[in-house]
């Protein structure tokens, strides 16, 4: 019996439509890497040390860096508000993801199973970032690259591979380092980690 005989071709285009739209809506909000992420984050890198550090309305300029490295790696906008046509402050993207159901959280930064989870997320194009925030909601957030775990003798784990654009100290910041240098040991128990689903 053939397929068109068994449902009518109105329940047919329903099934097809249905297919085709899930299949584009898991394109556009789909996560890959980009091929070019290495060179490319490394610009961005050196434009960000060049930014102009003098905000504008409350907004730093120079954090469109800090939320386009989400983009620039993994193909995904996730830190870009839409609504307030900007990129996000690392006190709104704590938020985001804390609320938003295609990020989970794996740990804290003192637990080496959501360390070694992280490194390999990132390692299967998973995107995921590591985030703290103080009392103040004064925060940083680390993005996890590709890469390998590196010891680390300041926390005492094995760390995955990160970038981090410093707002106050752009001197410091870095592409290719352990997830240790963009956080102090004291500060570790904050630190949480979360992937993209």
């Known amino acids: 019996m053939k397929l068109s005989n068994m449902i009518s071709t109105a329940d047919f285009n329903k099934v097809y439509f249905t297919l085709a739209l899930l299949f584009s809506l898991l394109t556009v909000h789909g996560q890959s890497l980009n091929t070019q992420w290495q060179q490319e984050l490394n610009n961005s890198l050196q434009q960000f ?3 102009e550090n003098v905000p504008v309305n409350g907004i730093n300029p120079c954090n469109k860096f800090v939320g386009g490295m989400l983009k620039t790696v993994y193909k995904i906008n996730d830190f870009y508000s839409q609504e307030s046509g900007r990129y996000m402050r690392v006190s709104e993207i704590a938020e985001f993801l804390k609320d938003n159901q295609q990020w989970q959280l794996l740990g804290h930064a003192y637990e080496q199973q959501a360390l070694d989870q992280a490194q390999n997320h990132a390692n299967t194009k998973k995107a995921v970032v590591a985030v703290y925030l103080d009392t103040d ?3 940083h957030v680390s993005l996890i690259i590709p ?8 926390w005492g784990f094995n760390v995955p591979n990160s970038a981090s654009f410093f707002l106050s100290q752009p001197e410091n910041s870095y592409v290719g380092k352990g997830l240790s240098y963009a956080f102090k040991r004291n500060m570790i128990k904050e630190v949480l980690l979360y992937a993209r689903n």
């Not at 890469?147 to 300041?154: F, Q």
């Open 49 to 51: 040390k060049n930014c």
């Open 147 to 154: 890469g390998e775990l590196k010891p680390s003798g300041s």
């Open 137 to 139: 909601n004064i925060g």
